[in-house]
């Protein structure tokens, strides 16, 4: 088993707090609005909190895997951190043992803000390092977010 762990660090015009209420309501949001990846998102437990068990579900565009339960782990709007972990599907049994993420806000001293989400995973024996996946894997995080982000700007009204 290798411990690993990657970072992305992106800076957004976006004040703080609207993009923190987006990241909390993100299975609200992301349905909506990249439906071509994500046909939806059932939460099994909970209301969107802490302990929180959601099932995201994947179009055929995704052709690793259809399904991810993720279990929302952190929820601090003090230090405006946001943590989940998976807990079944995705990769997880065929690539890796754990995966969990955190994604931290930060505001920009002049404006707008700085999203960086870290991934740590252990992979399973066996399974080589791949470099091209992680890059893969962060270039789709970015796009991803500038989708989103497109959208809250261009809705200057919503998650306010």
């Known amino acids: 088993m290798v411990a690993g762990s ?26 909506k609005q ?14 969107g909190g802490v302990g929180t068990i959601r099932q995201v579900n994947f179009t055929a565009a995704n052709k690793d895997f259809s399904y991810v339960k993720e279990k929302v782990d952190l929820i601090d ?10 807990v079944e599907g995705g990769v997880l049994g065929t690539k890796v043992a754990s995966v969990s993420y955190r994604i931290k806000l930060t505001p920009k001293t002049w404006g707008g803000s700085i999203s960086t989400t870290t991934c740590n995973y252990d992979s399973l024996p066996g399974v080589p390092y791949d470099e091209s996946k992680i890059e893969e894997i962060k270039a789709n995080t970015i796009g991803l977010f500038r989708i989103l982000e497109g959208y809250l700007i261009a809705n200057p009204t919503i998650y306010c």
């Open 77 to 86: 709007e003090a230090n405006m951190v946001y943590g989940f972990s998976h």
């Open 34 to 47: 990249v439906p071509w990846i994500i046909s939806g998102i059932a939460l099994l437990q909970g209301d």
């Open 6 to 31: 990657y970072s992305i660090e992106i800076e957004s015009p976006l004040e703080i707090k609207r993009l923190w209420n987006a990241t909390v309501d993100i299975h609200n949001l992301l349905p």
